[in-house]
């Protein structure tokens, strides 16, 4: 089932120039990542998605629904978007006040909303920061609080601007796991990053942005596999699979445990023949 279609996209922020110049595009449950040069239109992607801004031709349907033909307020309990930057979302001075405001804002009853929000905090690895000021935070705990402000509203469709930024390995472990979770449980997350180890660990399926079309779009394995058009888009595979380009395998690998497996497979193979 399509949680999302995007038919011939078309946007600009000045009449003269298009942003995002003619974009097909459906999601399906399936984690994505969405990675692009700077400037190739990601950000503008996903604030249309959300409905923060509206498309100058074509249509993004969410859940069935028009963003032209509703309100951010009324799209706010099936999408929630997490911003590059926290300081552009919090603006209370607890982080409880903060995560609760948006249950509430979409009408979950009092103590439902309650309840998510401790379930949010805890989720993010901050439920001991209930009472605390955002800003005495961290910037990556702040980019965590506003990760869970979107959690507790439990929206179908997460997205994610650049979540693991100024995060340390157990932070990105905790987001990692999150968007796996989030996948099993039939749930979308769309993710712009510029961290490619993480995309290939972490989404089943990667599209490539440049200059506001769609480059490629296909399973991550597929997508960082395809060298040349990786290197059209400036962009570089994640590290392991460079090393075992390097290495002169012909398999593309996404994480370090698949690549160390096919060692041992190999290294037991060739002790075996011996
Ligand atoms: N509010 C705005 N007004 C005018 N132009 C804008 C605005 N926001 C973005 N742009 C321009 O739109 C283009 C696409 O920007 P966008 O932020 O969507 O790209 P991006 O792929 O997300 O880049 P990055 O990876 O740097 O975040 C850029 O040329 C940018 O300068």
Redesign the pocket.
């Known amino acids: 089932m399509n949680l999302i279609e995007v038919r011939n996209l078309h946007f600009s ?2 009449n003269d120039h298009d ?1 995002l110049k003619g974009i097909d595009l459906t999601f399906d449950h399936r984690s994505t990542a969405i990675i ?10 996903v604030k249309l998605l959300k409905g923060l801004l509206k498309p100058v031709t074509g249509d993004i349907l969410v859940n069935g629904i028009n963003t032209k033909e509703t309100s951010v307020a009324k799209l706010a309990a099936q999408i929630g978007l997490v911003f ?1 930057n926290p300081g552009d979302q919090i603006f209370k001075s607890k982080v409880y006040d903060e995560i609760i405001v948006g249950p509430r804002n979409i009408g979950m009853p009092a103590d439902e909303a309650e309840n998510m929000t401790k379930r949010a905090l805890e989720a993010v690895g901050l439920g001991s920061k209930i009472n605390h000021n955002p800003y005495d935070l961290s910037f990556a705990e702040r980019k965590l609080v506003s990760i869970a402000s979107i959690l507790a509203m439990d929206p179908r469709i997460v997205i994610l601007d650049e979540p693991t930024i100024a995060q340390d390995d157990p932070g990105k472990q905790l987001i990692k796991d999150l968007i796996k979770k989030l996948e099993s449980e039939g749930k979308l997350v769309i993710s ?1 990053l ?1 961290d490619m180890d993480f995309v290939s660990e972490t989404f089943t399926r990667t599209i490539v ?1 440049q200059h506001g079309r769609v480059m490629i779009d296909d399973d991550t394995k597929s997508v960082f596999s395809q060298t040349d058009v990786l290197r059209e888009a400036y962009l570089e595979p994640p590290h392991i699979t460079q090393l075992g380009n390097r290495l002169g395998y012909s398999e593309t690998y996404l994480t370090a445990e698949q690549f160390v497996n096919d060692l041992l497979m190999e290294k037991k193979l060739k002790s075996n023949i011996n």
């Open positions: 922020y000045q942003v692009g040069q700077n400037g190739a239109g990601k950000t503008t992607f590059q712009i510029h942005f």
